[in-house]
């Protein structure tokens, strides 16, 4: 039987409180929202914590998705199935309904969280990759009510460890809406609901000419993190889009990432894997960006 | 710590610590063992239940987190002596042969047909993603999905006809 090692459950009924009960417990205490990546993790003793703070009452209060003129603002506890099923989002980046498909099965999407997921910072996860394509921003709430938002390159500061500092919580993601953008994504998976073998996101904004004024691609279980690239974004715009196009920012993808041969497929695989997904996402979001 | 929920409709009050998993208080605290206990990292499914109405895999939910919710089991599916639809196309189409990924089968099914009462295979297909079954090569659990969905449509049918008459 796997069971975590013994803790001290506290349930948080506001985001102050949360961050209260940060303050006061310091190190020894952790937020669990989905808890499918945390409870995992301390029934294999690969994470030990003397309190656990459930925040997932702060649903009400964090579980959203804002739509504006140029921005759409997701709360931290948006669960992954309120991301799939989100028109509005779909409408804004279909990047994240695609994406969603594929995060683990229906019942864990029923719990897991976009806030918990971009926490977790795990180099495979599909959501983190979404947030970097599109250049999102994210809420930091610390004592006080202090805010801070940093980049997505900013808040990943490596596998598994985040900006948010140990008394504070990750409480919104801002994503930039911009006129003319499509975006895609694709993942192969060995079998479904596993991790990506290799996943890329793409996202492109043309210009009334019809030529690329930006281009973004990010790619997860292909290196330490999913950070851009921002070789690609550089070598497509102010073109206009064409095959060749998306063979060239293939290209960049595989000879800049930095996957690891493992029990899903040998380092060569995944290059091969990150050349063909950043073509064929960047292909879709063109052409999405057109319609 | 104390924990209240409500467990297929009957409130519950328990001392429990804080680490004991859903599936745990279930079996092991109440006694309900229609709920299985698989693989522990919830991959295999066969621990769903539902929270609030959601299917959610209760090896990797505290029991905790479902204090003051709803939750419901495998063993409050029928209605007293009659299974539901769901229960009964298990047992009408083969649905299951060792039967140890039933109940996690049949909670997902039914909050399915709860949203979408006529599923295509594929929706059924994706429904169970998240769960394994060792016997059946799923065609017979796809099957009894579909049973229950017809027969629940022509059921709703009759009784809309009594109703007219």
């Known amino acids: 039987m796997q069971v975590p090692a013994p803790f001290e459950y506290e349930r948080a009924?506001?985001?102050?409180?949360?961050?209260?009960?940060?303050?006061?417990?310091?190190?020894?205490?952790?937020?669990?929202?989905?808890?499918?990546?945390?409870?995992?993790?301390?029934?294999?003793?690969?994470?030990?914590?003397?309190?656990?703070?459930?925040?997932?009452?702060?649903?009400?209060?964090?579980?959203?998705?804002?739509?504006?003129?140029?921005?759409?603002?997701?709360?931290?506890?948006?669960?992954?199935?309120?991301?799939?099923?989100?028109?509005?989002?779909?409408?804004?980046?279909?990047?994240?309904?695609?994406?969603?498909?594929?995060?683990?099965?229906?019942?864990?999407?029923?719990?897991?969280?976009?806030?918990?997921?971009?926490?977790?910072?795990?180099?495979?996860?599909?959501?983190?990759?979404?947030?970097?394509?599109?250049?999102?921003?994210?809420?930091?709430?610390?004592?006080?009510?202090?805010?801070?938002?940093?980049?997505?390159?900013?808040?990943?500061?490596?596998?598994?460890?985040?900006?948010?500092?140990?008394?504070?919580?990750?409480?919104?993601?801002?994503?930039?809406?911009?006129?003319?953008?499509?975006?895609?994504?694709?993942?192969?998976?060995?079998?479904?609901?596993?991790?990506?073998?290799v996943s890329a996101g793409a996202a492109v904004w043309l210009a009334a000419d019809g030529t690329i004024d930006d281009a973004r691609v990010g790619l997860a279980a292909a290196g330490p993190n999913t950070t851009g690239i921002p070789e690609i974004s550089a070598a497509l715009t102010g073109h206009a889009p064409a095959e060749e196009l998306y063979e060239q920012a293939g290209a960049i993808a595989a000879r800049s990432c930095d996957p690891a041969t493992d029990q899903r497929g040998s380092a060569e695989y995944k290059r091969h894997l990150a050349n063909e997904l950043t073509r064929r996402t960047l292909r879709r979001a063109v052409e999405r960006a057109r319609s | 710590m104390q924990v209240t929920m409500t467990v297929n409709d009957v409130e519950v009050t328990r001392e429990i610590e804080g680490r004991l998993l859903l599936v745990h208080f279930l079996r092991d605290t109440l006694g309900l063992t229609g709920t299985h206990w698989g693989c522990d990292t919830s991959n295999c499914g066969t621990c769903v239940v539902w929270l609030d109405g959601e299917p959610v895999k209760s090896c990797t939910v505290l029991a905790a987190m479902a204090g003051g919710h709803e939750v419901r089991t495998v063993e409050g599916l029928a209605k007293g002596a009659e299974l539901d639809p769901i229960q009964e196309g298990f047992r009408q189409c083969h649905g299951l042969q060792c039967g140890f990924c039933t109940p996690g089968m049949m909670m997902t099914c039914r909050a399915l047909l709860d949203k979408n009462p006529d599923p295509t295979d594929a929706e059924i297909r994706e429904a169970i993603s998240g769960q394994i079954c060792r016997c059946t090569g799923y065609s017979t659990i796809i099957r009894s999905v579909r049973w229950a969905s017809v027969h629940e449509a022509a059921a709703a049918e009759k009784q809309e006809e009594v109703a007219q008459a």
């Open chain 1, 13 to 197: 009924t506001t985001v102050d409180h949360a961050i209260g009960l940060l303050e006061r417990l310091g190190s020894s205490a952790r937020l669990v929202a989905g808890g499918h990546s945390l409870l995992p993790m301390m029934k294999l003793r690969l994470a030990n914590f003397e309190y656990l703070i459930d925040i997932n009452p702060l649903h009400e209060e964090l579980g959203y998705i804002k739509t504006s003129s140029d921005e759409v603002r997701i709360g931290a506890l948006t669960r992954h199935r309120e991301l799939l099923e989100s028109d509005a989002l779909a409408a804004a980046f279909p990047i994240f309904r695609d994406a969603e498909r594929v995060i683990a099965d229906p019942i864990v999407r029923n719990r897991g969280t976009l806030g918990g997921s971009l926490c977790q910072a795990d180099p495979s996860e599909d959501l983190s990759a979404v947030c970097t394509t599109l250049d999102a921003s994210c809420v930091i709430r610390g004592p006080g009510g202090a805010e801070r938002v940093v980049s997505m390159e900013d808040f990943h500061v490596g596998p598994y460890e985040t900006a948010v500092g140990d008394d504070e919580m990750l409480t919104e993601i801002r994503i930039p809406l911009r006129p003319g953008g499509g975006s895609a994504y694709e993942k192969v998976e060995r079998r479904a609901g596993d991790w990506a073998v």
